[in-house]
């Protein structure tokens, strides 16, 4: 065989490169229609996350509105029962202090031998205790069944009334910790939807890239930016469950 019919023997190995040559040529945009596929799931996840922060940054703005509001109702019902509250010991203590003068003069009565001086003091007890039962019809203590005494010389329930009197403040404190739970609860959220945000525009950065390039080095980015899609969809996912 001549040089010249060598040499127009075809020789497998180049006959394959150039085959490869040609499917490389003829497929310019391989994995392209992935990428754009993959940057369109990428905008939906992105604009439903951006819909769940959105939610629940109004949903910690109302809880934290709220929370103040209850704040507020409960300091000034604190405040309100602790001047009911002195107004009503001072006017028992009051009370008690007539009710023993009182009884003191009329022991000190008995013991006076003068006509007139004992006749003046007896006067003075029966004033000190007129005073006396006047108070009882200013005060809860003894104008309330649930707090007054229950015999003629037993001492009101004070310890009752305390229980009552701080009862709607305590009931208000306890909404207020609630809004004040929901409010860290939300705001949490919509925090950890602006940290999964930053991580999807990753992935928008990673498709752009592969745009870009082509062969092997596009599918690689776009299997990173897949990776990076499908962790911070299931982080969203979690945020929303929990």
Not at 114 to 126: F, G, K, N, P
Not at 164 to 191: H, L, M, P, S, V
């Amino acid at each position: 065989m001549t040089e010249n019919q060598l040499q127009a023997v075809p020789n497998p190995v180049d006959e394959a490169k150039a085959q490869s040559a040609e499917l490389s040529q003829g497929r310019p945009d391989q994995h392209k229609t992935l990428i754009i596929v993959l940057t369109l799931i990428t905008s939906i996840v992105t604009a439903i996350v951006a819909g769940l922060q959105a939610d629940a940054g109004i949903r910690a703005s109302n809880a934290n509105r709220d929370s103040q509001y209850y704040a507020v109702l409960a300091s000034g019902e604190i405040h309100r029962q602790g001047l009911q509250s002195n107004y009503e010991t001072a006017t028992m203590t009051e009370y008690l202090r007539l009710s023993q003068e009182s009884l003191v003069m009329q022991i000190a009565a008995l013991g006076l031998e003068d006509t007139d001086d004992r006749m003046a003091t007896e006067l003075a007890a029966v004033g000190s205790q007129a005073r006396a039962d006047k108070l009882k019809t200013y005060s809860v203590f003894f104008t309330d069944p649930r707090y007054a005494p229950q015999t003629d010389d037993g001492l009101p329930n004070a310890e009752a009334y305390l229980a009552d009197a701080f009862a709607k403040a305590n009931e208000i404190t306890a909404t207020q910790n609630k809004a004040t739970d929901e409010y860290r609860r939300w705001d949490g959220k919509a925090d950890a939807y602006v940290s999964v945000l930053t991580v999807m525009a990753m992935a928008f950065f990673l498709f752009g890239l592969a745009q870009a390039l082509r062969g092997r080095m596009r599918l690689v980015f776009a299997v990173f930016g897949a990776v990076i899609l499908l962790f911070s969809s299931a982080w969203a996912a979690l945020v929303t469950l929990l």
